[in-house]
């Protein structure tokens, strides 16, 4: 009886070491998962910023390409004129005088095409490099907010602050809650100090309609929601009511497109454009 008692003990005992092992390893084996996860969700960033920064480039480009093709064509005039003027030589004087002029015009077309072209690559290098410092500077005013659905991210020369209703809005709701005030507050501190950049607020639903006797359909839901943070910004916060643009967008600019929760989660969102003024970008090209 006694060795039958020992046996069923140690039975126990083999039993409860390897429930032990299958938990550690479903515990670990989790921990996997979600490290994998959230770097397969940083990686799919990282390819959006780098997508994003290419179409930025390449607009760039063709603007230069075209500012040196129209520089080449100035230089074939040039050289053009200056074969007629070396065969008109033996010509009247009226006629060398003509050619003069054609050449003297021609080379200050030139020389115009060339500043131009020197200014417009300086002004979108200092529109850049204002655009990225703007960002990082949003992004250490933003952190604590990060884990809540902000992102902050550099588009088209301009910065696009993201931030989800799980920060500012409750379902169905137009009122912004405390953390949401506490995120346009700061947000409202950085731009207090960049006076030469104008707001566009864009309000952005999912792909379910509205059932509430507060808003007749997901367009007066999405503009509520934005001039309710334009607001915020310019009643709380002293941002100059003259920068901002409050709009709503509807359902009709996803994120993504699909019906799961976690994309309708992502599809509802306020994003707060920030852009550079360009006037004087805009006075050279119209030269």
Known sequence: MFII????????????ITISS???????????????????????????????LENQNRAHISLIEDLQN??????????????????????????????????????????????KLREVELIVKQRDSAMNYLKSGLEKSLLGFKESGLEVEVKNGKVYVKMSNQL???????????????????????LLVQED?????EGHTDNVPINSPKFT?????????STEVARILTLENGIDPKRITASGRSEFIPVQEGDSPDIRAKNR?????LSPKLDELFSIVKQ
């Open 5 to 16: 008692h020992v046996f069923k003990i140690m039975c126990v005992l083999a039993i409860s």
């Open 168 to 190: 500012l809005f409750k379902s169905g709701s137009a009122s912004i809650d405390k953390m949401g005030r506490e995120a346009l507050k700061n947000l409202a501190d950085v």
């Open 197 to 201: 950049i104008s707001v566009l607020i």
């Open 70 to 115: 129209e520089i080449q064509s100035c230089k074939k005039r040039v050289y053009t004129i200056e074969q007629q003027f070396e065969q008109a030589k033996s010509a009247n004087s009226e006629e060398i005088k003509l050619l003069l002029n054609q050449l003297e015009s021609a080379e200050k077309d030139l020389f115009t095409r060339e500043t």
């Open 269 to 273: 969102r306020t994003e707060i454009i």
């Open 217 to 225: 359909d997901n367009w007066d839901l999405s503009v509520l929601r």
């Open 22 to 52: 299958c938990v550690v390893a479903t515990s670990t084996y989790e921990g996997v998962v979600k490290k994998s996860d959230s770097l397969q969700e940083y990686v799919s960033v990282i390819k959006r910023q780098n997508m994003i």
